[in-house]
């Protein structure tokens, strides 16, 4: 079947006969043509005559009409390269008055059936996501923005048995509970479009806790009151929204940003949510840093239950938690499942929980870099199932996300590039060494106080001296034996050609600063090398001296 095409004559006919069949026919066949995200190729003009159309004539239309012409319209405005129209204003002012979000117009749509209510919602998704107009308009104008809260509210009063609702939502008692789900989530859905792409609401949301504590609601509400799947989608619009505000912003009330971090641990540690939903509440907690520590009280342990985690007289289960998702979510990288950014959040979360909350560090590290034995450093360190082995996998990856996994076994080892180069090598550890100006300072900077965390294996004790420094293990004998024939079978004027490249390598890093090597002075006293032949001529005489 041929498709139909939208002309200047078909509209003009609509204008006669706002209820004509053949206009429902139109509409239905269009609609049903373009599934999944596709969208018709209209010309701008055509679709302009088709907006004005609708709005002109929407009190003339009947509800089926009206209802497949919503339908019609939230496909043609899924076109994101469509030029951003004037009549956009005037259509957003349809929907929201449709949608019940405007209050100046409630009274005229009060008939409105659900239908219409809902696909109105849609549409004003699909407008707001690609009109910055339509946008602007939504915001500045503050009555649709502040309506969407108002009655996001009110579905909370809803759920909560509250008979006492916002002016004018009194509609809601009267659906029920499926249809006020699916309200949420649509409101919810263009809470999250308006707070990523305008500024100004988000400055606005967040330094109005009345706005922020809304979303907060919802996530307690949907965990307690309401049933998956919806549930678990209302969640995770709602941790989005919140991610929005807090992610710029540099100052916020803190004790709204604990509240909605102890209800992202409290996602992070449940057993039944999916790990979607896990990964929103982390990235949430990822720009809430300052509220972090307090995720790690003290506790009585006396009253600990099943899956409690504790140590030194602190709460760890959320750690616990949140290591166990972080571990899922690096299988699932490797697994190209998931992309690395995906990670970057529980890296930015662990990094800052471990640098504020010393038992926080310590309890990583018993999970993450536990005593080495004899197996561990039978194999490289990337090498295997550990947790040690997925991570130095990962800091050897080519995303930011290496740089931060290398960080965070760094604040693991206390910052001591001795400690690191013993569970990574000297080979894994060099890139971070070098972007943080460690491959010379870190040497001689002056390390923390000793916490007893240096214990290591008797088993490792007795290996620890075969340990290849560079590679991080011990490598096999034949291995050994190859190195030695390959060594060997060089002639002299390769050795010194070798020789060469490494003085030359050397030069180049001395001069960039990553190393600073030190030589006697005539003092006595250790002073820094200069040039890398200040290396290499006590070498020459030494040889020498053999010689006589």
């Not at 010393?358 to 550990?386: I, M, N, Q, Y």
Request: with cysteine; proline share 3%.
């Amino acid at each position: 079947m041929t498709q139909k095409e939208l002309t200047p004559e078909l509209i003009e006919q609509w204008e006669r006969e706002p209820n004509a069949h053949q206009k429902l026919l139109f509409l239905t066949e269009m609609t049903q043509s373009f599934p999944n995200g596709t969208f018709p190729l209209i010309d701008i003009d055509h679709k302009k005559l088709f907006l004005s159309h609708l709005f002109d004539t929407w009190a003339l239309a009947s509800e089926q009409i009206r209802l497949q012409q919503l339908h019609f319209l939230r496909i043609i405005l899924r076109d994101k390269n469509t030029v951003d129209l004037d009549s956009y204003i005037s259509i957003l002012t349809l929907l929201s008055r449709v949608a019940k979000l405007s209050a100046d117009d409630f009274e005229e749509c009060r008939s409105e059936p659900i239908e219409i209510v809902l696909e109105s919602e849609k549409c004003l998704i699909n407008l707001l996501f690609n009109s910055a107009k339509a946008r602007n308009f939504f915001c500045t104008q503050k009555k649709p923005f502040d309506r969407l809260m108002s009655r996001i509210r009110s579905v909370i009063a809803v759920f909560d048995g509250s008979n006492s609702l916002f002016v004018g939502f009194d509609y809601l008692s009267e659906w029920s509970f499926v249809q006020v789900e699916e309200l949420l989530l649509y409101d919810l859905k263009i809470a999250f479009i308006t707070t990523a792409l305008v500024q100004q609401l988000r400055n606005e949301c967040v330094n109005d806790t009345n706005k922020t504590m809304v979303f907060l609601s919802v996530i307690i509400c949907s965990l307690d009151k309401m049933s998956p799947p919806m549930a678990t989608k209302c969640v995770n619009e709602a941790l989005n929204t919140l991610f929005n505000i807090y992610h710029d912003s540099k100052v916020f009330e803190l004790e709204t940003a604990k509240k909605c971090a102890d209800e992202c641990a409290r996602i992070v540690k449940s057993a039944h949510l999916d790990l979607e939903t896990k990964q929103n509440a982390v990235n949430l907690l990822s720009v809430l840093s300052s509220a972090l520590p307090s995720l790690c009280p003290k506790v009585d342990i006396k009253g600990a239950h099943e899956g409690f985690a504790a140590k030194d007289g602190y709460d760890m289960s959320f750690l616990n938690s949140l290591l166990s998702v972080f571990e899922q979510q690096i299988d699932n990288y490797e697994k190209k499942q998931i992309i690395a950014e995906f990670l970057g959040t529980h890296l930015t979360v662990l990094c800052h929980l471990c640098s504020e909350h010393k038992t926080a560090r310590r309890f990583c590290r018993e999970k993450v870099l536990p005593p080495l034995k004899e197996d561990d450093v039978r194999r490289r360190p990337g090498e295997g199932d550990s947790f040690r082995n997925k991570m130095v996998r990962l800091m050897d990856g080519s995303s930011r996300c290496s740089e931060m996994a290398a960080e965070f076994l760094f604040v693991l080892c206390k910052r001591s590039v001795g400690r690191l180069m013993k569970y990574c090598g000297f080979g894994h550890s060099a890139g971070l060494l070098a972007n943080y100006g460690f491959l010379g300072q870190a040497m001689v900077a002056q390390r923390r106080p000793s916490d007893s965390e240096d214990s290591e294996t008797d088993e490792y004790k007795r290996v620890e001296e075969k340990v290849d420094p560079v590679t991080g293990f011990i490598p096999p004998p034949e291995q050994l034996e190859e190195w030695r024939r390959q060594i060997d079978s060089m002639s002299e004027e390769q050795k010194e050609y070798e020789m060469m490249k490494l003085v030359d390598c050397m030069d180049k890093m001395m001069e960039q600063g990553m190393i600073k090597p030190g030589v006697i002075g005539e003092d006595g006293k250790l002073r820094q090398a200069k040039h890398v032949a200040e290396l290499i001529k006590d070498v020459k005489e030494g040889e020498e001296s053999e010689e006589d």
